[in-house]
C-alpha cells in the first residue's frame, strides 16, 4: 500500500540533497569543529557554512544565529534567556507548549505572564499587545505561524510595539520558515526560532536568530560554543542538513514554489469542502502558510478519523503531535472558539515540498468517504447497544 | 516427541493442539475479518494479540486510556506513582512493544472522559450510598464493550477480540449467542461480564476461553513475548492496592465535594439502638470488623440503609438470606423470562453459583430464590444466573 503523508507540520522527509550534503560529516569528515586541526577546520568550515545559509534564510548576519538541537530548545533559549524574576512576559494563548510551558516555568520562578486571547481566526489583536505593556516588560513572544491552522500572525505589527516601548520581542517562526519569506529586519524582531526538521531537515537541529546586542543567558554550561550562547560541540551533520535544507528553502521561496504548494492545497481543501457538508476551515479568513488546512468535519470524533485513515495509508492528525493521547482537545482550537466537540473533531492536513498531485487525489478519494462512514457508525451504534448501569 | 519428559510439556503440546484446533474453529467463521484486540500490556490480551496475527488475521491493536493513573497521585494518602496498572505509561508502553513485536497497527484511543462518567462517578455514588459496587461489570458494559466496539467499527474492524477468560458461541437451536464459563474456572470472567448485549457478543472473540493461565503464558513464551511472566494484576484498575476508601476521599477531595455526612445509628434487627457509626460509606454486608460494639457473641453487617443512615447489625444467622431482588437485567441465553426457571446464581464473583429458582417479578426485576440460603447478599453487587456453563443473564442486587 502506497503511504500518503499530509502530517508536514508534525515533520518533514529529508531531502535528497540534504541527505547527500550530510553523508560526508559521519566518517568522513568527522571532526569536533573546535578542534584546531585539519579535521576540525573541515567541519568548523562546513558549520559555518551553513550558518550563513540559515542567515540568508532569515535575512539576518550569520553571528547572528546559533544553532540549536530544535525548535523547542530555541524557544526556550529565547525566553529563559531574556526573562528573569520580576520581569514581565506578553504571549498568546495559541503559542506552541514549548513557549507557553517556557513562560509558565518563569511564573513559577517569580516573573509575570499575560496570555492574550485570539479571535475567532486565531489572529492577535496589536492593540492587545500594546495594552498589555507594563513598565516591568521584557519580551513579547508571539509565533509567526501557527502549527495546527497555519495561520500567520502580524508580526511586523507587535515588532513596531516592541520597538517603540523598548522590550524585546521573539517570534517562534518554527512553522513559518521555508513556507513564507522571513527578514527579521522587516519583523522587528530580537530572537526568531526555527527548526530543521519542519524544513527537510533532520530531527535534532534548529537555530535562533539573535539580534546582535540582545543580553541573553544560555540555557547551558559547558564550552564557549555559538559565541557563549550554546555550549556543547556542534552536531555537524545536523547543522549541514539544516544549512542545505535552509538554502533549498531560500531559493523555492525566490522561484516562487510556494504559490504551486498553496495550489495544491486549494485544490484539497475546495475538494473537501465540495463534498462534505457540515466541514470548514478553522481560521478561515485569516492569512496562512501555503501548506496547512485544519477542516473540522461535525460530528465525528477525530482521533477515529485519523485512525481510520492511517489504516488506508494516508497520514494525517488532529492537533499538534506532542498532544496526541491527550484529554485536552487543542488549546489552539479552543482558543479560536471552537465548541469542544468541533475541537475534537478537527483534523489538519500539511503538505511538504514531497507531496505531488496523486497524493491529493487520494486523499480527496478517501475522505469523504470516511467522514461518511464515521458519521453512519455512532448514531446507529448507539441506538442499538443496551447499556446496564448501576 | 518426547511426551514423557514432563506433564507440562505434555499439556502445553496438547494445549497448542487443541487452542490451534479451537481457534482455526472459530477463524472459518471469521474469514477476513479485521480484528481489534483490546491491548492492556498484560498477559492475556497480549497473547491474544499474537495468537490471531499468527493465524493469519487482520489485527489491529487499541488500548483505551480510561484512566489517568497520575490523577490523584500523592493526594490524600494515595501512592505517589503507580505502576503497573492498567492505564499506566508502563503498560501501554508494554502494550505499544508487544504490537511492534508481532507486527500490527497499534493505537491508544482517550476515553477518559465517558470512563469517570459511567463508570469512576456510579462507584462513588454506591459506596457513598452504602452499596459495594463492582466497578468492572460497568467497564465491561460500557467500554470495554460498547466504546470499544464503537471504536473498532468507526475504524473499519468488525470485531473485538480480549483476553477475558470466557467463551462465546452462537447456538443454533435457540438463534442467541451464548456466553459460558471458560476451561480455567479459575479466572472466570463471566460474573462481570453478564451485562454484554445479543448485538456485542456477536461481535466480540475470547480466544483465551479454551485455555488455563499457565497454558497462556507458555503460549505467550512461545511467540517469543517478553510479558510472558508479568504478574496479573488483581484488583480494580482505578484503586491502587484495593484502598476504596482512600480512592474515594482523594476523587472527592478533588472533585471539591465533601463526603456526605452520613452517621447514625448501629441498630440490632429488631431495631434497638446499641450504639452510633460515623458514616454508612464504611462498613459492607458481611463486616464484622470495625462496628465499634462489643457483645457476647460475634456481631456483623446485615443490612445497610441509606435513607435511615442506619447500620443494621445481628449475629450470623442473621446474614443468611433465601432471596434476593436483581434489577436492571440483561438476559443473554434467554430472550425474556416468562416461567420460574430453575439455574445456578452467583452473588458476587468469589463465589460457587448456587441452586436457585428464578422468576419475573417485574418490567425489570427478578426473584431469585434460593434451595439454601445465602450468606451475606450485598446490594450493589451482581447476581449472575447460569444454566451449567451459560451465562442466562444477571442483573444489579437491590
Given amino acids: 500500500m502506497r503511504r500518503i503523508y499530509l502530517d508536514n507540520n508534525a515533520t518533514t522527509p529529508v531531502l535528497p540533497e540534504v541527505f547527500e550534503a550530510m553523508r560526508p560529516y559521519f566518517a568522513d569528515q568527522f571532526g569536533n569543529a573546535s578542534s584546531i586541526h585539519h579535521h576540525g577546520q573541515q567541519t568548523r568550515a562546513a558549520v559555518e557554512d551553513a550558518r550563513e545559509s540559515v542567515a540568508a534564510l532569515l535575512g539576518c548576519r550569520a553571528s547572528e544565529v546559533v544553532f540549536t538541537s530544535g525548535g523547542t530548545e530555541a524557544d526556550n533559549l529565547a525566553i529563559a534567556g531574556m526573562v528573569g524574576a520580576g520581569d514581565h512576559v506578553i504571549t498568546s494563548s495559541i503559542e506552541h507548549h514549548a513557549v507557553l510551558l517556557a513562560c509558565k516555568h518563569l511564573e513559577d520562578v517569580g516573573a509575570e505572564v499575560t496570555v492574550l486571547p485570539v479571535d475567532s481566526r486565531s489572529l492577535i489583536d496589536p492593540t492587545d499587545v500594546r495594552r498589555a505593556l507594563r513598565p516591568n516588560t521584557k519580551l513579547i513572544s508571539v509565533m509567526m505561524a501557527n502549527n495546527e491552522t497555519g495561520v500567520l500572525q502580524p508580526v511586523s505589527e507587535i515588532g513596531k510595539i516592541a520597538a517603540e516601548a523598548g522590550v524585546y520581542f521573539h517570534a517562534d517562526a518554527v512553522q513559518a520558515a521555508g513556507k513564507v519569506a522571513i527578514d527579521v529586519k522587516k519583523i522587528g524582531c530580537h530572537a526568531l526560532s526555527i527548526s530543521g526538521h519542519k524544513i527537510h531537515a533532520p530531527q535534532g537541529v534548529g537555530a535562533l536568530y539573535v539580534r546582535k546586542g540582545t543580553r541573553l543567558q544560555p540555557l547551558f554550561y559547558g564550552g564557549r560554543h555559538e559565541r557563549s550562547l550554546r555550549a556543547g560541540t556542534e552536531n555537524v551533520p545536523g547543522i549541514v542538513g539544516l544549512g542545505k535544507a535552509a538554502k533549498m528553502a531560500k531559493e523555492a521561496l525566490d522561484r516562487g514554489d510556494d504559490h504551486k504548494m498553496a495550489a495544491l492545497r486549494d485544490r484539497l481543501q475546495q475538494g473537501i469542502l465540495a463534498q462534505v457538508e457540515d466541514a470548514g476551515v478553522n481560521g478561515d479568513g485569516a492569512p496562512r502558510v501555503p501548506n496547512t488546512s485544519n477542516i473540522h468535519f461535525d460530528h465525528i470524533d477525530g482521533e477515529a478519523m485519523v485512525i481510520a485513515m492511517d489504516l488506508k495509508g494516508v497520514a494525517v492528525s488532529t492537533g499538534a503531535a506532542c498532544s496526541s493521547g491527550a484529554i485536552e482537545p487543542s488549546h489552539v482550537l479552543v482558543a479560536m472558539g471552537l465548541r469542544t466537540d468541533q475541537a475534537r473533531a478537527s483534523i489538519r492536513f500539511s503538505l511538504g515540498k514531497q507531496t505531488v498531485a496523486e497524493d491529493i487525489d487520494i486523499a480527496l478519494a478517501l475522505v469523504p468517504e470516511t467522514v461518511a462512514r464515521l458519521r453512519e457508525i455512532s448514531p446507529r451504534y448507539k441506538k442499538q447497544a443496551v447499556s446496564t448501569e448501576a | ?398
Fill in chain 2, 1 to 398: 516427541m518426547h511426551f514423557a519428559c514432563t506433564g507440562k510439556l505434555h499439556r502445553f503440546f496438547a494445549s497448542l493442539r487443541m487452542t490451534g484446533a479451537d481457534v482455526r474453529a472459530r477463524s472459518q467463521k471469521l474469514s477476513t475479518n479485521t480484528i481489534a484486540v483490546a491491548m492492556s500490556g498484560g498477559v492475556d490480551s497480549s497473547t491474544v494479540a499474537a495468537m490471531l496475527r499468527a493465524e493469519g488475521h487482520t489485527v489491529i491493536g487499541l488500548t483505551m486510556q480510561l484512566w489517568n493513573q497520575r490523577r490523584l497521585a500523592g493526594k490524600e494518602g494515595m501512592p505517589e506513582s503507580v505502576q503497573g496498572r492498567c492505564c499506566s505509561l508502563d503498560d501501554v508502553y508494554d502494550a505499544r512493544r508487544v504490537a511492534q513485536q508481532i507486527g500490527i497497527p497499534y493505537y491508544v484511543v482517550n476515553h477518559e472522559e465517558r470512563f469517570e462518567r459511567d463508570v469512576i462517578r456510579p462507584f462513588v455514588e454506591e459506596y457513598v450510598s452504602g452499596r459495594t459496587p463492582i466497578p468492572c461489570s460497568l467497564c465491561n458494559n460500557h467500554l470495554k464493550f460498547d466504546q470499544l466496539l464503537i471504536v473498532a467499527q468507526q475504524i473499519g474492524a468488525e470485531r473485538v477480540a480480549t483476553g477475558h477468560y470466557a467463551r462465546v458461541a452462537f447456538d443454533e437451536a435457540r438463534g442467541r449467542w451464548l456466553l459460558k464459563r471458560p476451561a480455567d474456572s479459575s479466572k472466570d470472567q463471566t460474573y462481570f461480564l453478564f451485562g454484554l448485549t445479543q448485538e456485542q457478543l456477536s461481535r466480540t472473540i475470547f480466544p483465551l476461553g479454551d485455555m488455563t493461565k499457565p497454558e497462556v503464558r507458555e503460549l505467550a513464551r512461545h511467540h517469543g513475548l517478553a510479558l510472558a511472566e508479568k504478574p496479573d494484576s488483581q484488583e480494580i484498575c482505578f484503586v491502587p492496592g484495593g484502598d476504596y476508601k482512600r480512592f474515594i476521599d482523594a476523587y472527592l477531595a478533588e472533585q471539591g465535594e465533601a463526603l456526605p455526612d452520613t452517621a447514625g445509628d448501629l441498630v440490632t434487627a429488631n431495631g434497638e439502638v446499641i450504639g452510633e457509626h460515623g458514616g454508612i460509606h464504611n462498613f459492607t454486608v458481611g463486616q464484622r470488623k470495625g462496628l465499634g460494639v462489643a457483645t457476647g457473641s460475634p456481631l456483623y453487617v446485615i443490612q445497610i440503609s441509606g435513607a435511615n443512615k442506619q447500620v443494621i447489625v445481628g449475629g450470623e444467622e442473621h446474614l443468611y438470606s433465601r432471596t434476593l431482588r436483581a434489577r436492571r437485567v440483561n438476559l443473554i441465553a434467554i430472550d425474556d423470562l416468562r416461567e420460574p426457571l430453575r439455574v445456578t446464581v452467583k452473588i458476587r464473583h468469589r463465589h460457587e453459583p448456587a441452586a436457585a429458582m428464578i422468576e419475573r417479578t417485574g418490567d425489570d426485576e427478578i426473584l431469585a430464590t434460593f434451595d439454601e440460603p445465602q450468606r451475606a447478599i450485598t446490594p450493589g453487587q451482581a447476581a449472575v444466573f447460569y444454566d451449567g456453563d451459560a451465562v442466562v443473564g444477571g442483573g444489579w442486587i437491590g
